[in-house]
């Protein structure tokens, strides 16, 4: 089983970040954390990567429902969705696939859940290669 859903966006970084951003936010969903990688590792170890960032997403309704049907679930959450630069024109941005949250518990009361924010992650990646 894969554990990401992604798109590969024909976009530089900064724009598909942006559109990124919109995408969730149309599909219900907050960004509660925001960490750039790249500028993190370039602070701390002095390295260089391309860009990519870490946007911890969250629709309340869904994490209630989870932390309802199984309250460790915390150690899950927010769903994480990363926006990478693969060259100055290609942006790649994943997402776990929720179904993990159900793989990784065994725990069916999380299956709707799952299904309802796989549902709208995908219609957020789909509508950045629209």
């Known amino acids: 089983m894969s554990y990401a859903l992604s798109a590969t966006v024909d976009q530089p970084f900064g724009p598909t970040l942006e559109a990124a951003r919109s995408a969730l936010a149309d599909q219900g969903f907050g960004v509660l954390t ?34 309802q049907a199984e309250p460790s679930i915390g150690l899950l959450l927010p769903c994480n969705v990363v ?5 100055d024109t290609t942006t790649l941005v994943e997402a776990m696939d929720p179904k993990v949250m159900v793989t990784m518990t065994r725990n069916e009361n999380l299956i709707d859940v799952a ?8 219609a957020a990646l789909t509508a950045l290669t629209a």
């Open 83 to 87: 926006v990478r630069a693969i060259d």
């Open 34 to 67: 925001e960490i750039d990688l790249a500028a993190t590792l370039k602070a701390k170890l002095d390295v260089d990567i391309p860009a990519q960032v870490i946007l911890g997403a969250c629709r309340p309704p869904l994490a209630y429902a989870a932390v």
């Open 115 to 122: 299904a309802d924010a796989r549902e709208r992650l995908t």
